[in-house]
């Protein structure tokens, strides 16, 4: 393979067909391009972005040669929650939704890194609430199983894309590795991916992979890059599903009438703190947080439709849903 004409093309802001870019990432994955050629690759594919056909030709390469899982044998679909940014400013309530997502009965997958680069990770929060990242594709797979939930570290799933991941640290920014693992769904299409992002060109990508492959997802602006919604603004929660688009819930823009209870700090203990009493309904759960929730259950198969979704969370968490902010009304 001629790895220069790559570099050129990329350099040059070309951009490669959908089935150039699968052929050159798999060869990047398999650890068959020079450290000069993909240096400089990532870093020109950092400055100039990827394409939304570029994107989808590296995911179709990461998907070949990630570890499958299998959907458990039930109608409920499996939710996947990629977590690969942690908390800095606010806390980082991925957990949260993972474990209510359980409770409801619906099968949850978090994916991610063990390491922190200065913020609060899923995987810290997990292990304040006794909740261990499983070390393999096997153990993940019982464990969804079994119990309904599991954290994968991602070098469980897709080693060959943690690898690229872990380059960050040598580069000092990131690369489309951070994007594609953002777009993962070890299902292989047969869960429902929380797709976020916080820029709204990456989110347009997005929508277009998503709906191209067909999958099936819930497209929103993330929290710090983290897979829940803003508990302060509920950003717009969108499904994906057979090649469409729909708006479960609108974004709000209206000024905040009461703030909710939220962690008084970003540390993992004090957040696995707050969550057992939210989970114990001590404390009730931020309204975004409960439509977020509500879009999962219709998404998945647990309701009918968003409304019987958002019923079904009221009277299963006992939230203070009646707060007064009646423009939070599915449109």
Not at 9 to 24: M, Q, V, W
Request: aromatic letters at 6%; a neutral charge.
């Amino acid at each position: 393979m001629n790895f220069a004409h790559y570099v050129r093309e990329i350099a040059r802001g070309n951009t490669l067909l959908s089935d150039e870019a699968e052929k050159f990432y798999s060869a990047i994955l398999d650890g068959g391009v020079p450290d000069l050629e993909l240096g400089a690759t990532l870093l020109a594919l950092r400055m100039r972005g990827e394409s939304a056909g570029e994107l989808d030709g590296f995911l179709t390469a990461v998907e070949a040669r990630a570890c499958p899982l299998a959907r458990p044998e039930r109608e409920i679909r499996p939710v996947v929650l990629p977590s690969y940014n942690g908390a800095r400013k606010s806390a980082n309530l991925t957990p949260l939704l993972a474990l209510l997502l359980r409770r409801f009965g619906v099968p949850t997958l978090v994916h991610g890194l063990l390491e922190s680069f200065g913020r609060v990770t899923s995987a810290h929060v997990f292990r304040e609430l006794d909740i261990m990242p499983v070390s393999n594709a096997g153990d993940a797979q019982r464990q969804i199983d079994q119990q309904g939930l599991a954290f994968v570290p991602l070098p469980a799933l897709a080693p060959g894309l943690a690898s690229q991941l872990s380059l960050r640290a040598r580069l000092g920014v990131r690369s489309c590795a951070h994007s594609l693992a953002k777009l993962f769904d070890p299902f292989r299409g047969e869960g429902i991916l929380l797709a976020q992002a916080t820029h709204p060109a990456f989110l347009e990508h997005m929508r277009n992979i998503l709906m191209t492959r067909e999958r099936r997802a819930i497209l929103f602006r993330g929290t710090e890059g983290e897979p829940y919604a803003n508990p302060l603004r509920r950003p717009a929660l969108e499904l994906i599903r057979d090649g469409g688009c729909r708006i479960l819930f609108e974004a709000e823009h209206e000024s905040i009438k009461s703030l909710p209870y939220l962690p008084e700090s970003t540390d993992a203990r004090t957040t696995a703190q707050w969550m057992r009493q939210v989970l114990e309904d001590n404390l009730p759960l931020p309204l975004p947080l409960a439509h977020q929730l509500a879009c999962c259950l219709y998404a998945s198969g647990v309701a009918r439709d968003v409304n019987e979704a958002k019923a079904l969370v009221a009277v299963e968490i006992k939230a203070s849903l009646a707060s007064g902010r009646e423009s939070n009304k599915p449109k």
